[in-house]
């Protein structure tokens, strides 16, 4: 009991602080999967000591209260309560099965499903057609006033259309950003030194409860009708989905994504279907709502003081989690960049197992602040490599011992001297083709088909023939024999032959795709079509200063600089004879 009582006071102090961030200051630490998490340890303690449950506990506020905001106050006429969820298909059939009851019938429900956006919910007030007031959720009694922010938001509708509008009519529905509206406008605040966003929600959230309606108007913000509030002067339909139809043919904006269900194996259906699409819809969903259709149903069934009884939200897996990392590694790439890749606590993400996460480069370690040992928050959108959105800097949990991240005085792979380039904020190694971190990957972008095309010859190949000590560069490619070949793991004679008349068509290839084939760190295909049509010969290229390289059109400073570096380099020069000499490279 004793221990219970501790346990809630220490939950109810970590889920407030976190409630304020969220709510008030608008910069959430934590994923929601883990506020879900803490929040369910809390209401079950809660459910097992009934006489330790206070009415201020976190667990029977709908949100965090308003407390320091500098907005105006809007009283909601019916309050804006959330949604209870649900996160396996089990208690989703508990829920459908409640409803029965509670209707006493055993027939099936009607029921709406639609998409859970991912944004903030808004309730906007339209009195004889004409918005007038729109306000955020707040504790779902009171919000707050952001009718000059939500004015800016173009799709929303200044004035409806149309007949038979209510002469007082509240919808409420959804303020998100979309995907490329979020890249947008973290790109812009990276380049200009701003603070970066680190989820669309929070871009949302940051952007619609800015002070000046003025920074509002330039994020590209939108918005989703999800249903009716209150409505006085006109007869609404009697079902939500008609209902949904009605604002859309006023002018509001309503998804086309969701569908009537009439059995619970429906919903089931359409919440897979939802799951298999979200990397499509270009928006975060976390889930789907599930509604009683019928409006005289929803009556007869209620709510709760937090939340309809009619609905429910039926939660996807999450796509933000948090972890340990426990070491950062670093890895050499083909062109030599050197990259600080975190090393894990293992964790599910959406069903997926990820141990590791890319950190691009120094100043994105600088940017999170990041040591080794600090929580992190990960996320993993779409099939995208996860990545580490922020530091979780908590200051109830006890620290562990933090370690921090330096840059290795060598190459990893190979012990060559590193060099840093500020103005990339990337590590390079100074080795070349002879670092053998570079040398497979050097090796399969060599034969690729973009390069020198070479058929049949792909990782797997690659990886034998270099593990082996076969080829140590792309040039002893050509001086392969058909029994190294059929030495190989899965290589029988007759694919043995084919790689080897491969090998002698592909001498045959342009300048461009030769200069493309040395894998030289900012030079690509076009890049390498500019070098070519701009110098004309091998010699001209290799004997060109740095003013002549970046004289040539497109290569800027950055790029003349690699090629300048790659071209002074002795093992590369010497593999650059032997491939054009020796092997007998032609144009
Ligand atoms: O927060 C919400 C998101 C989406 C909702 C909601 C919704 O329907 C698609 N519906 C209700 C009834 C509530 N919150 C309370």
């Not at 939340?307 to 070491?327: C, D, G, S, Y």
Request: hydrophobic fraction near 40%; aromatic fraction near 8%.
């Amino acid at each position: 009991m004793e221990s219970a009582q501790k346990t809630i006071a220490y939950l109810k102090t970590l889920l407030r602080n976190y409630q304020y961030q969220y709510y008030v200051i608008n910069e959430p630490d934590i994923p929601d999967a883990e506020y879900d998490r803490l929040m369910e340890n809390l209401r079950q303690l809660e459910t097992e000591n009934p006489n330790l449950l206070t009415q201020d506990s976190p667990t029977q506020c709908i949100g965090g209260s308003c407390l320091s905001s500098v907005f105006k106050q809007v009283h909601h006429k019916i309050p804006m309560l959330s949604l209870d969820t649900v996160s396996d298909e089990s208690s989703f059939l508990a829920f459908y099965q409640r409803l029965k009851k509670r209707l006493n019938i055993s027939s099936n429900i009607t029921l709406c499903c639609e998409l859970k956006l991912d944004g903030l919910a808004v309730s906007l007030l339209y009195l004889n057609g004409r918005l007038v007031r729109a306000s955020t959720r707040g504790d779902g009694l009171i919000g707050e006033d952001i009718t000059a922010n939500v004015r800016t938001i173009s799709i929303i509708p200044k004035h409806l259309i149309g007949n038979n509008i209510p002469d007082y009519l509240e919808v409420r529905g959804e303020v998100f950003m979309s995907h490329a509206g979020f890249k947008k406008i973290n790109q812009a605040a990276y380049r200009d030194g701003h603070k970066i966003f680190s989820n669309p929600r929070n871009a949302a959230s940051g952007s619609l409860r800015h002070l000046d309606p003025c920074i509002t108007a330039k994020r590209p913000l939108t918005f989703m009708c999800y249903g009716l509030g209150f409505s006085k002067g006109r007869a609404m339909p009697c079902s939500h989905i008609a209902c949904l139809q009605y604002f859309k043919v006023w002018g509001l904006p309503v998804s086309n994504y969701m569908r009537l269900c009439y059995s619970s194996r429906e919903v089931i259906r359409f919440y897979h279907d939802a799951e298999i699409n979200r990397p499509f819809f270009g928006f975060d969903i976390d889930g789907i709502v599930i509604k009683v259709d019928n409006l005289e149903l929803q009556r007869k069934i209620g709510s709760s003081s937090h939340a309809p009884r009619w609905a429910i939200a039926f939660k996807f897996l999450a796509q933000e989690v948090m972890t340990r990392v426990n070491n950062v590694e670093f890895r050499v790439g083909r062109t030599g960049v050197i990259t600080p890749v975190a090393q894990l606590e293992p964790i599910r993400i959406a069903g997926v197992l990820v141990s590791r996460a890319t950190l691009h480069n120094m100043h994105e370690i600088d940017r999170l602040g990041l040591k080794i040992g600090d929580n992190v928050v990960i996320r993993r959108a779409g099939d995208v490599i996860p990545q580490i959105i922020s530091v979780v800097k908590s200051d109830i949990d006890a620290h562990p011992i933090l370690k921090s991240i330096t840059v290795p005085k060598q190459c990893p792979g190979c012990g060559s001297k590193i060099q840093f380039i500020s103005s990339e904020s990337t590590v390079r190694c100074t080795g070349g083709l002879s670092c053998p971190a570079q040398r497979k990957s050097a090796i399969r972008h060599f034969a690729s088909r973009k390069a020198l095309n070479i058929n049949g010859i792909g990782k797997k190949i690659i990886d034998q023939l270099v593990d082996k000590e076969y080829i140590n560069n792309p040039a002893d490619l050509f001086m392969l024999t058909i029994d190294q070949l059929i030495s190989l793991e899965g290589v029988g004679q007759k694919l043995a032959q084919n790689i080897i008349d491969a090998l002698i068509i592909s001498k045959k290839t342009t300048f461009a795709r030769f200069i493309y084939a040395l894998g030289i760190s900012k030079i690509g295909l076009v890049a390498a079509e500019n070098l070519a049509s701009y110098f004309v010969t091998l010699n001209l290229l290799l004997s060109a200063d740095l003013k002549t390289l970046s004289s040539a059109h497109g290569i800027g400073q950055a790029a003349a600089n690699h090629l300048k570096e790659f071209f002074d380099n002795a093992s590369n020069r010497e593999i650059i004879r032997v491939l054009v000499v020796e092997v007998g490279i032609y144009w």
